[in-house]
């Protein structure tokens, strides 16, 4: 019984420490972007603005929550809980230290595909439901983005596994402990990083939302704290997706031994959070076009070169 | 664990009766979605987490996404939902309802006699799946690479099209 409540306690923290690092990096993306663009940005509420998280919180909680009536209800209430929790299930798998980790599954880099795969229907069935020309437009260039990174994001990884052997993220991290993926797998870090991106659609790959000529892409519509979930997932996502780079690149936990290995795992983490708002900070948005000219020409032959030479080497090293 | 896999089970016979009873096409291919997700934990409770996985990914993941992606591009409103509703009149169950008894019959008759075990006790890991697909499978494996390249060069031969020049001082020049 014990290691039940044990498991429910552990699950409850998790939840408890990512929704709340979510929300305060919406804090640390404005700062670090006025940082980076010589501006104040915020600095009223709390020491260093910190508060606006809170004053934004209740700005989501009481504005009106409006369902249009040319909407699809169900669907239109279900898609924005779909992001959340695809990304949400995904930090199940992934070992913050020796001990901590919720399920060690044996298959823990497939299931992170999975939910990954998962959660396209939040935009599909988002901007679908919302029955409005912009959206739907967001939702078929979302579709399009994220099924075909989906692909090179797989692909990339493969090679880490030919390596370590095994699905399981804890191998993975043991399997660095002489030499990071870093160094072993470059091309497959920078594929990875780069799907990485556009599977959360984050700028310079926020197509589906492209505020500049679609409004708001798939989430027009939304408002209140529907949009909120929206909000939270794309942060929670920018986070999966940084924790999974210092997992499978970084060696995870490993580090030398003056911190303890969870510090290193969320210093690695936040370092690649850093990187992705820099990324928002000073790259333009690909044309639509141009972004899957690039994905399937580019980062596919590439991708599947990595996977044939690492395949021969490995051969060749266990002759 | 067993009470674990009636529940999906049901979960699954309830979703996939919902697909073909659905109206609108995008409901439909919802239930369709959640009848393939409680399939790949009912493979999992079987012990074959790597087949679990691979059916959200490849099936939930992408083949259904293309389908709503399809339906969304055909903009299928209301006059699709009365069609639908013209099409299911009770007289369209008889058959599929006889065809769907006698294969229960024989499902019934199948797991009654005492012979059979429909439940493996080992893991099927990635391992002994890699294993079988390219030592007896081979071949199988092979084929269906072949019949993928074929669709792929009927897709490329489908989609390629003449470059066009928009500008018509241009296209003077070519027709000359």
Known sequence: MSTVLEYILMIAIVLF????????????????????QNR?????AGPFGLLIVVADTIKLFFKEDWIPPFADKTI??????????TVLMSFVVIPYAPGILIADLNVGLLFFLAMSSIGVYSI????????NKYSLLGALRGAAQMISYEVFMGLSLMGIVMISGS???????LAQKDCWFIITQPVAFVVFMIAGIAETHRLPFDIPEAESELVAGFHSEYSGMKFGMFFIGEYLGITLISAMVVTLFFGGWLGPGFLPPLIWFILKTFVFILFFILLRASLPRPR???????????????????????????????? | MDIIFYITAFVTLVSTLMVIT??????????????????????????????AMLEIIIYAGAIMVLFIFVIMLLNLGKETEIQEKEWLRPKVWIGPAILSVILFAELFY???SPTTSYLIEQTVDAKTVAISLFRPYLIGVELAAMLLMAGVVGAAHIGQHKKTTLHRFLQEEETR
């Open chain 1, 76 to 85: 239109f209430v279900i898609a924005p809980a779909i992001v959340a929790a």
């Open chain 1, 124 to 131: 599909v069935l988002g901007g679908w439901a919302s029955n």
């Open chain 1, 17 to 36: 420490v990512l929704t709340t690092v979510a929300a305060w990096l919406i804090w640390l993306e404005r700062r670090m972007l006025a940082v980076w």
């Open chain 1, 288 to 319: 639509y076009d141009q972004l899957m000219e690039y994905g399937w020409k580019i980062l596919l032959p590439v991708a599947l070169l990595n996977l044939l030479i690492t395949g021969g080497i490995l051969l060749m090293m266990n002759k």
């Open chain 2, 110 to 112: 199948l797991i009654s």
């Open chain 2, 22 to 51: 659905r109206h609108n096409p995008v409901h439909a291919l919802l239930y369709l979605v959640i009848s393939l997700l409680s399939l790949s934990v009912i493979f999992f409770l079987l012990g074959a987490p790597f087949a």
């Open chain 1, 40 to 44: 104040c940005g915020p600095n009223r």
């Open chain 1, 167 to 173: 699905f399981r993220l804890t191998d993975i991290v």
